[in-house]
């Protein structure tokens, strides 16, 4: 069984940065997906950004838009999300999330494994 365990959320004014980390423990993938998904008050849970074992590939959602960065981290084992010119929309439960295999996708059905779960508040 794989955990994930996120770290870094809390409260930050709108145009500042956050950055957010999440490791894995337990069973682990030689080669697995690790990414974000975020859901806000009353929204729909909304994928956020996505990087491969190796980081030679990285996908963002549409919302991003160039503003976050995602990185893997510790051997591999650990997922970074550096956040910047956040903005009020961006307040949510930041998830962390893994799979195994190649396959990246921004389908929420598609990860096996999910954190608990971070707060990130942005006020105006």
């Known amino acids: 069984q794989v955990q994930l365990v996120e770290s870094g959320g809390g409260l930050v004014q709108a145009g500042g940065s956050l950055s957010l980390s999440c490791v894995s423990s337990g069973r682990t993938f030689t080669r697995d997906v690790m990414g974000w998904f975020r859901q806000g008050p009353g929204k729909e849970r909304e994928f956020v950004a996505a990087t491969r074992w190796n980081s030679d590939f990285n996908y963002y959602g549409e919302s991003m838009n160039g503003r976050f960065t995602v990185s893997r981290a510790n051997a591999g084992n650990a997922i970074n999300l550096e956040m910047k010119s956040l903005k009020p929309e961006d307040t949510a439960v930041y998830f962390c999330?893994?799979?195994?295999?190649?396959?990246?996708?921004?389908?929420?059905?598609?990860?096996?494994?999910w954190g608990q779960g971070t707060q990130v508040t942005v006020s105006s």
């Open positions: 999330v893994s799979k195994a295999g190649f396959g990246i996708t921004r389908e929420a059905g598609d990860y096996d494994y």
